[in-house]
């Protein structure tokens, strides 16, 4: 018997990131997912609580736990309604922090564990 695929899900707690986990959970894979929270709705799931923008570094055995990896999906994110004429500095300063640096500093940590 084959051993099972393994994916990392970042955002895990949130509507897309628990489809996600859901859907790779019920097709046979293990799923290591990853919120802010360590919570989530998926069951079948290890859950993991990890923020790289408050908490970094990552613990050396923290995402090694299940490695190494067929698949990383980044489910997190943040969206801003505004636009050109009521723009919203410090909300769209907070949805680059969340979708660009936390996958950036998340990405650049995985890399360094080759």
Known sequence: MSEKQ????????GAIGSAISSHF?????????VSRSGAGNAQAVTHISYD???????P?????????YAAVCWAQGCNANDNVYNVDL??????????CLYILSTLKMLLERR
Do not use: K, M
């Open 90 to 99: 410090e909300h769209n300063l907070a949805v680059y922090q969340t979708n």
């Open 52 to 58: 790289p923008l408050v908490q970094p570094p990552c």
């Open 60 to 68: 050396d055995d923290l995402l090694d736990i299940a490695a190494p």
């Open 6 to 13: 393994r994916i990392l899900v970042f955002g895990a707690s």
């Open 25 to 33: 959970s019920q097709n046979e894979w293990d799923v290591i997912a």
